[in-house]
Protein backbone atom coordinates (compact mmCIF):
# COMPACT_ATOMS: atom_id res chain seq x y z
CA UNK A 1 0.00 0.00 0.00
CA UNK A 2 1.56 3.65 -1.21
CA UNK A 3 2.34 5.70 1.74
CA UNK A 4 1.45 8.75 0.45
CA UNK A 5 0.12 11.64 2.98
CA UNK A 6 2.21 13.77 1.94
CA UNK A 7 0.91 14.40 -1.32
CA UNK A 8 -2.25 15.84 -0.20
CA UNK A 9 -1.03 19.23 0.49
CA UNK A 10 1.07 20.13 -2.27
CA UNK A 11 -0.93 22.33 -4.35
CA UNK A 12 -1.46 25.67 -2.25
CA UNK A 13 0.09 27.32 0.61
CA UNK A 14 -1.67 25.66 3.41
CA UNK A 15 -0.66 26.60 6.74
CA UNK A 16 0.99 24.59 9.23
CA UNK A 17 -1.34 23.87 11.78
CA UNK A 18 -3.45 22.58 9.04
CA UNK A 19 -0.94 21.15 6.88
CA UNK A 20 0.17 18.76 10.43
CA UNK A 21 -3.37 17.87 10.47
CA UNK A 22 -3.93 17.01 7.31
CA UNK A 23 -0.65 14.69 7.65
CA UNK A 24 -1.61 13.00 10.81
CA UNK A 25 -5.04 12.24 9.26
CA UNK A 26 -3.50 10.45 5.89
CA UNK A 27 -1.43 8.53 8.77
CA UNK A 28 -4.34 7.30 10.61
CA UNK A 29 -6.40 6.43 7.54
CA UNK A 30 -3.18 4.65 6.07
CA UNK A 31 -2.15 2.74 8.73
CA UNK A 32 -5.90 1.43 9.55
CA UNK A 33 -5.88 0.21 5.91
CA UNK A 34 -2.89 -1.06 6.27
CA UNK A 35 -3.77 -3.54 9.56
CA UNK A 36 -6.90 -4.47 7.79
CA UNK A 37 -4.98 -5.50 4.83
CA UNK A 38 -2.54 -7.47 7.10
CA UNK A 39 -5.54 -9.41 8.85
CA UNK A 40 -4.47 -7.45 12.35
CA UNK A 41 -7.10 -5.83 13.80
CA UNK A 42 -7.48 -1.67 14.06
CA UNK A 43 -8.84 0.61 16.74
CA UNK A 44 -11.26 3.65 15.50
CA UNK A 45 -11.47 6.04 18.44
CA UNK A 46 -8.60 8.34 17.19
CA UNK A 47 -10.30 8.60 13.97
CA UNK A 48 -13.28 9.44 15.15
CA UNK A 49 -11.42 12.71 16.81
CA UNK A 50 -9.47 13.24 13.82
CA UNK A 51 -12.91 13.59 12.27
CA UNK A 52 -14.33 15.74 14.27
CA UNK A 53 -11.08 17.96 14.07
CA UNK A 54 -11.18 17.56 10.07
CA UNK A 55 -14.85 19.67 10.58
CA UNK A 56 -13.51 22.28 12.67
CA UNK A 57 -10.55 22.85 10.20
CA UNK A 58 -13.19 22.74 7.20
CA UNK A 59 -15.37 25.30 9.37
CA UNK A 60 -12.81 27.44 10.23
CA UNK A 61 -11.09 27.64 6.34
CA UNK A 62 -13.34 25.69 4.06
CA UNK A 63 -10.54 26.48 1.11
CA UNK A 64 -8.68 23.06 2.82
CA UNK A 65 -11.91 21.44 -0.20
CA UNK A 66 -8.70 22.69 -2.33
CA UNK A 67 -6.67 19.48 -1.08
CA UNK A 68 -9.08 17.15 -2.00
CA UNK A 69 -10.07 19.16 -5.54
CA UNK A 70 -6.78 20.25 -6.57
CA UNK A 71 -4.24 17.30 -5.65
CA UNK A 72 -1.67 16.65 -8.11
CA UNK A 73 -1.39 13.33 -7.00
CA UNK A 74 -2.64 11.64 -9.68
CA UNK A 75 -1.70 8.52 -8.26
CA UNK A 76 -4.70 5.87 -7.78
CA UNK A 77 -4.24 4.70 -4.08
CA UNK A 78 -7.29 3.58 -2.18
CA UNK A 79 -6.25 5.64 1.05
CA UNK A 80 -5.78 9.03 -1.18
CA UNK A 81 -9.45 8.33 -2.22
CA UNK A 82 -10.51 7.92 0.93
CA UNK A 83 -9.09 10.53 2.53
CA UNK A 84 -9.99 12.73 -0.38
CA UNK A 85 -13.68 11.70 0.13
CA UNK A 86 -13.19 12.64 3.46
CA UNK A 87 -12.65 16.16 2.98
CA UNK A 88 -15.51 16.39 0.41
CA UNK A 89 -17.65 14.66 3.14
CA UNK A 90 -16.57 17.33 6.02
CA UNK A 91 -17.12 19.97 3.09
CA UNK A 92 -21.11 18.94 1.64
CA UNK A 93 -21.80 17.86 5.73
CA UNK A 94 -21.38 21.09 7.15
CA UNK A 95 -24.16 22.61 4.65
CA UNK A 96 -26.78 19.05 4.53
CA UNK A 97 -26.50 17.94 8.29
CA UNK A 98 -27.68 19.53 11.61
CA UNK A 99 -26.40 16.79 13.66
CA UNK A 100 -23.26 16.84 15.09
CA UNK A 101 -23.10 13.50 15.77
CA UNK A 102 -23.95 12.76 12.31
CA UNK A 103 -21.68 15.02 10.90
CA UNK A 104 -19.07 13.31 12.47
CA UNK A 105 -20.32 10.22 11.34
CA UNK A 106 -20.32 10.78 8.09
CA UNK A 107 -16.82 12.38 7.79
CA UNK A 108 -15.43 9.40 9.97
CA UNK A 109 -17.22 6.90 7.48
CA UNK A 110 -15.83 8.39 4.50
CA UNK A 111 -12.28 7.97 5.71
CA UNK A 112 -12.42 4.17 6.06
CA UNK A 113 -15.76 3.76 3.42
CA UNK A 114 -13.52 1.81 1.19
CA UNK A 115 -11.57 -0.77 3.61
CA UNK A 116 -13.36 -3.93 2.03
CA UNK A 117 -10.61 -2.80 -1.05
CA UNK A 118 -7.93 -4.41 1.23
CA UNK A 119 -8.89 -8.09 0.03
CA UNK A 120 -9.44 -6.83 -3.26
CA UNK A 121 -6.53 -8.61 -5.23
CA UNK A 122 -4.25 -5.33 -6.88
CA UNK A 123 -4.05 -6.59 -9.97
CA UNK A 124 -7.37 -5.99 -10.41
CA UNK A 125 -7.53 -2.44 -8.51
CA UNK A 126 -4.69 -1.41 -10.57
CA UNK A 127 -5.52 -3.04 -13.94
CA UNK A 128 -4.69 -0.29 -16.65
CA UNK A 129 -7.89 -1.80 -18.97
CA UNK A 130 -11.13 -2.10 -18.51
CA UNK A 131 -12.10 -4.88 -16.10
CA UNK A 132 -13.99 -7.99 -17.15
CA UNK A 133 -17.24 -8.77 -15.80
CA UNK A 134 -15.81 -11.04 -13.41
CA UNK A 135 -13.25 -8.62 -12.17
CA UNK A 136 -16.51 -6.07 -11.87
CA UNK A 137 -18.04 -8.55 -9.59
CA UNK A 138 -14.81 -9.14 -7.30
CA UNK A 139 -14.91 -5.53 -7.08
CA UNK A 140 -17.94 -5.23 -6.22
CA UNK A 141 -17.87 -7.20 -2.75
CA UNK A 142 -15.87 -4.78 -1.39
CA UNK A 143 -18.86 -3.03 0.91
CA UNK A 144 -19.72 -6.60 2.22
CA UNK A 145 -16.13 -7.22 3.37
CA UNK A 146 -15.66 -3.31 4.66
CA UNK A 147 -18.62 -4.52 6.97
CA UNK A 148 -17.54 -7.47 8.04
CA UNK A 149 -14.11 -5.88 8.46
CA UNK A 150 -15.74 -3.26 10.24
CA UNK A 151 -17.58 -5.61 12.60
CA UNK A 152 -14.91 -8.35 13.67
CA UNK A 153 -11.78 -6.09 13.05
CA UNK A 154 -12.25 -2.26 13.94
CA UNK A 155 -12.40 -1.83 17.91
CA UNK A 156 -14.10 1.11 18.83
CA UNK A 157 -15.45 2.05 21.99
CA UNK A 158 -18.68 3.73 21.05
CA UNK A 159 -20.61 0.66 19.88
CA UNK A 160 -23.71 2.59 18.69
CA UNK A 161 -21.49 4.08 16.40
CA UNK A 162 -19.51 1.22 15.03
CA UNK A 163 -22.84 -0.43 14.26
CA UNK A 164 -23.76 2.43 11.94
CA UNK A 165 -20.16 3.24 10.28
CA UNK A 166 -20.68 -0.72 9.27
CA UNK A 167 -24.62 -0.25 7.47
CA UNK A 168 -22.90 3.06 5.87
CA UNK A 169 -20.27 0.82 4.75
CA UNK A 170 -21.92 -1.38 3.24
CA UNK A 171 -25.26 1.02 1.70
CA UNK A 172 -22.35 3.25 0.15
CA UNK A 173 -22.68 2.11 -3.23
CA UNK A 174 -26.48 1.46 -3.55
CA UNK A 175 -28.16 3.67 -5.90
CA UNK A 176 -31.72 5.43 -5.99
CA UNK A 177 -33.05 3.59 -9.03
CA UNK A 178 -32.22 0.25 -7.63
CA UNK A 179 -29.05 -0.21 -9.62
CA UNK A 180 -26.79 0.15 -6.99
CA UNK A 181 -25.14 -3.36 -5.26
CA UNK A 182 -24.84 -5.20 -3.15
CA UNK A 183 -28.71 -5.29 -2.17
CA UNK A 184 -30.44 -3.21 -5.20
CA UNK A 185 -31.76 -1.12 -2.59
CA UNK A 186 -33.75 1.75 -3.52
CA UNK A 187 -34.23 5.41 -2.66
CA UNK A 188 -36.02 5.12 0.67
CA UNK A 189 -34.51 1.88 2.11
CA UNK A 190 -30.43 3.83 1.53
CA UNK A 191 -29.38 5.72 4.69
CA UNK A 192 -29.22 8.82 4.38
CA UNK A 193 -25.10 9.15 4.73
CA UNK A 194 -24.58 6.35 2.49
CA UNK A 195 -26.25 8.80 -0.29
CA UNK A 196 -24.40 11.31 1.01
CA UNK A 197 -20.99 9.48 0.52
CA UNK A 198 -21.89 8.09 -2.34
CA UNK A 199 -22.46 11.81 -4.04
CA UNK A 200 -19.02 12.54 -2.51
CA UNK A 201 -17.29 9.33 -3.37
CA UNK A 202 -18.71 9.44 -7.10
CA UNK A 203 -17.18 13.00 -7.54
CA UNK A 204 -14.40 12.32 -6.13
CA UNK A 205 -14.14 9.40 -8.37
CA UNK A 206 -14.19 11.40 -11.53
CA UNK A 207 -12.19 14.34 -10.47
CA UNK A 208 -9.10 11.79 -10.19
CA UNK A 209 -7.06 9.50 -12.48
CA UNK A 210 -7.71 5.66 -12.10
CA UNK A 211 -5.05 2.95 -14.17
CA UNK A 212 -7.38 3.07 -16.75
CA UNK A 213 -8.28 6.70 -17.25
CA UNK A 214 -7.45 10.50 -17.01
CA UNK A 215 -8.98 12.52 -14.25
CA UNK A 216 -12.22 15.60 -15.09
CA UNK A 217 -11.71 19.12 -14.12
CA UNK A 218 -13.61 19.63 -11.38
CA UNK A 219 -16.13 21.76 -12.96
CA UNK A 220 -16.68 19.02 -16.19
CA UNK A 221 -16.82 16.83 -13.00
CA UNK A 222 -19.91 18.66 -11.84
CA UNK A 223 -21.74 18.42 -14.76
CA UNK A 224 -21.59 14.43 -15.21
CA UNK A 225 -22.16 14.45 -11.05
CA UNK A 226 -25.83 16.33 -12.52
CA UNK A 227 -26.56 14.19 -14.87
CA UNK A 228 -26.05 11.36 -12.89
CA UNK A 229 -28.39 12.87 -10.07
CA UNK A 230 -31.52 11.68 -12.10
CA UNK A 231 -31.10 8.32 -11.80
CA UNK A 232 -28.60 7.47 -8.82
CA UNK A 233 -29.13 10.29 -6.40
CA UNK A 234 -31.69 12.36 -4.97
CA UNK A 235 -31.59 15.42 -7.05
CA UNK A 236 -32.02 18.14 -3.41
CA UNK A 237 -28.59 17.07 -2.33
CA UNK A 238 -26.78 16.86 -5.45
CA UNK A 239 -27.96 20.35 -5.82
CA UNK A 240 -26.53 21.34 -2.61
CA UNK A 241 -23.27 19.45 -3.30
CA UNK A 242 -22.88 21.20 -6.99
CA UNK A 243 -23.82 24.51 -5.54
CA UNK A 244 -21.41 25.06 -2.41
CA UNK A 245 -18.48 23.52 -4.78
CA UNK A 246 -19.22 25.77 -7.49
CA UNK A 247 -19.38 28.70 -5.09
CA UNK A 248 -15.75 30.42 -4.60
CA UNK A 249 -16.66 32.59 -1.45
CA UNK A 250 -15.30 36.60 -1.89
CA UNK A 251 -11.92 36.53 -0.90
CA UNK A 252 -10.81 33.27 -2.10
CA UNK A 253 -7.53 33.70 -3.71
CA UNK A 254 -7.59 31.18 -7.21
CA UNK A 255 -5.09 30.33 -9.79
CA UNK A 256 -6.41 30.96 -12.94
CA UNK A 257 -5.87 29.06 -16.36
CA UNK A 258 -3.46 31.27 -17.90
CA UNK A 259 -1.16 30.85 -14.57
CA UNK A 260 -2.31 34.50 -13.14
CA UNK A 261 -3.16 34.66 -9.63
CA UNK A 262 -5.96 36.68 -8.22
CA UNK A 263 -8.75 37.34 -5.44
CA UNK A 264 -12.87 36.92 -6.05
CA UNK A 265 -14.06 40.15 -5.06
CA UNK A 266 -17.98 39.23 -6.80
CA UNK A 267 -19.87 36.11 -7.67
CA UNK A 268 -22.20 36.19 -10.16
CA UNK A 269 -25.65 34.81 -8.82
CA UNK A 270 -26.70 33.13 -11.93
CA UNK A 271 -23.65 31.54 -13.05
CA UNK A 272 -21.43 31.22 -9.70
CA UNK A 273 -18.57 28.95 -11.28
CA UNK A 274 -17.71 32.27 -12.55
CA UNK A 275 -16.98 35.40 -10.46
CA UNK A 276 -15.39 38.39 -10.50
CA UNK A 277 -11.62 38.25 -9.80
CA UNK A 278 -8.96 41.00 -9.18
CA UNK A 279 -5.77 39.88 -10.66
CA UNK A 280 -3.04 40.26 -7.89
CA UNK A 281 -0.13 38.55 -9.06
CA UNK A 282 1.92 41.07 -10.72
CA UNK A 283 1.52 44.10 -8.78
CA UNK A 284 -0.58 44.45 -5.55
CA UNK A 285 -1.70 48.00 -6.82
CA UNK A 286 -2.97 46.43 -10.41
CA UNK A 287 -6.78 47.22 -10.93
CA UNK A 288 -7.04 44.61 -13.69
CA UNK A 289 -10.45 42.81 -12.79
CA UNK A 290 -11.95 40.18 -15.06
CA UNK A 291 -15.13 38.84 -14.98
CA UNK A 292 -15.16 35.50 -15.69
CA UNK A 293 -18.58 35.24 -16.63
CA UNK A 294 -18.05 37.32 -19.76
CA UNK A 295 -14.90 36.07 -20.48
CA UNK A 296 -15.10 32.39 -21.20
CA UNK A 297 -11.75 31.69 -21.81
CA UNK A 298 -10.53 31.88 -18.73
CA UNK A 299 -11.40 29.38 -16.20
CA UNK A 300 -10.14 28.94 -12.21
CA UNK A 301 -7.51 26.18 -12.09
CA UNK A 302 -6.97 26.38 -8.46
CA UNK A 303 -7.67 27.71 -4.95
CA UNK A 304 -4.67 28.54 -3.44
CA UNK A 305 -4.48 28.30 0.37
CA UNK A 306 -3.23 30.74 2.79
CA UNK A 307 -3.09 31.60 6.66
FE1 LIG B 1 -16.47 1.89 -2.60
FE1 LIG C 1 -14.82 4.89 -2.72
Partial sequence: MNQDYSQHHKQGYISQSVESFI????????????????????????????????????????????????????????????????????????????????????????????????????????????????????????????????????????????????????????????????????????????????????YETLTHARPWRQKMHPTVALREISRLSREYFPADYVNTFIQTLTYFPIGTIVKLNDGRIGEVIAVNSNDPQHPKIHIVDDDPQTTDIIDLHLNPNYNINQIIISE
Fill in 23 to 202: ESLSREIHSIYLLAEQGESFRMDNLWKLSGKLIHHMRTDPRIIGTALFSDNDKYSVVSHSFNTAILAAYMGLYVLRDVLQLNLLVMTACIHDIGMVQIPDDILFKQTLLSNHEIKVIRRHPVIGNRLIYEAGAFANLPIKKMLGEIILQEHERDGGTGYPFQITAEQIHLLSTLLGICDT
